[in-house]
């Protein structure tokens, strides 16, 4: 297992997403301002766009002290390019610099908004799989109607045809994740299905029910897409096609409810205390829907910690997508996910 370092570092894709150094920075400033004085983030990207940033958000004290770092690069890989001839051709672009530092031990872990599929193609050219992973799977937190729990679930679409076997294995890495991660003992593990009958389902999710049962997780069974929130599991395993659908329509779901009652409350006249009440609700309800808030999806299985960040989102979000590598970063979650598939038997192989 490895040992967690005294200055845990993050590497990051200033560059990266929709908005790049504007987010990124920022983010990475706010951060480390209110975080513990040993932790250190290196912005990795255009020099000059990144010191412009940092200036501007008042992080020369950070330099200063050297819990942040500059690293110049000369390319950008861009939101919609092709991730074979990213990884092919840009070898000094700010995503590949990051990925590299967490090969070479400069970081520990490295975030990006970038784009998803150049990102996946070169964290698993760079850091290759864990011994005993076929491939890496996209992870996230899921929030739940119950606002003290939460959920993880994977895979999210970074492998659209799984094997049973493949499913065992992020079935392992969701638990470890959520074991050490989220420090709850022994993970609720659910395979997402069609029902909750044993006869139900495809043959591939029935291979992998036996494969749980006979493994040493704790396996709950079956859970159907509408208890995804009920927080019954901890750990909810999937294909990556049913994974990213069900996380799309989720968002898709949530900005529906807040807009249609954003809407509502326009066109009807209330009270004023009814007018008070409506608008602790919807706060309430925007805060617990808010993707910021769970914003960061690792690419879980690699030799090194890399997550990947909405896009599109702000330094509120991004920020969040930063603590998640920092804390999977200190609680050795790679580490113990080494140690966990030593332990288990070929099972886990789809060799």
């Known amino acids: 297992m490895n040992s967690v370092p005294k200055q845990p570092t993050v590497a990051i894709d200033a560059m990266g997403g929709d908005i ?3 987010v990124t ?21 255009d020099q000059n766009a990144i010191s412009t940033q940092v200036k501007k958000v008042a992080g020369d004290n950070l330099v200063a002290k050297g819990r942040l770092e500059i690293v110049h690069t000369t390319e950008v890989v861009g939101m919609d390019e092709s991730p074979a001839l990213a990884l092919k051709r840009k070898k000094d672009s700010s995503m590949r610099v990051a990925i590299n530092m967490v090969k070479e031990g400069r970081s520990q872990a490295a975030v990006s908004a970038g784009n998803t599929g150049a990102l996946m193609a070169t964290a698993k050219f760079v850091l290759k799989t864990i011994k005993g992973v076929d491939r890496p799977a996209i992870i996230t937190t899921f929030p739940c109607r ?3 729990k939460t959920i993880h679930m994977l895979d999210l679409g970074a492998n659209v045809d799984s094997s049973p076997e493949m499913l065992l294995q992020f079935a392992i890495m969701g638990s470890v994740l959520t074991e050490f991660v989220d420090k709850k003992q022994h993970p609720k593990v659910a395979l997402l299905n069609v029902g909750a009958e044993e006869i139900k389902g495809s043959e591939k999710v029935k291979r992998a029910a036996s494969l749980l049962e006979k493994s040493e997780l704790n396996y709950a069974g079956y859970i159907e897409a509408d208890e995804i929130y009920d927080g019954k599991v901890d750990v909810i395993v999937t294909d990556g096609f049913e994974g990213n659908v069900a996380l799309k329509a989720s968002e ?3 900005k529906m409810i807040m807009g249609v009652m954003k809407e509502e409350f ?5 009270t004023k205390i009814a007018a008070v009440v409506c608008m602790k609700v919807l706060k309430s309800m925007q805060k617990r829907l808010d993707p910021r808030a769970h914003n960061g999806a690792t ?9 990947k960040s909405h896009g599109g989102t702000d330094s509120f979000g991004f920020k969040h997508a930063i603590a998640e590598a920092f804390a999977q970063t200190e609680r ?4 113990h996910l080494f140690e966990k598939f030593e332990s288990f038997d070929d099972e886990v192989s789809t060799d």
């Open 299 to 307: 690419l879980i299985g690699l030799n090194g910690v890399v997550v």
């Open 146 to 148: 119950d606002t003290s």
């Open 266 to 270: 326009k066109r009807n006249p209330l």
């Open 20 to 22: 790049g150094v504007a």
């Open 332 to 335: 050795d979650v790679v580490g």
């Open 25 to 45: 920075v920022s983010a990475a400033v706010d951060y480390l301002n209110n975080n513990a004085n040993n932790k250190k983030i290196i912005l990795v990207g």
């Open 252 to 254: 898709g779901t949530a």
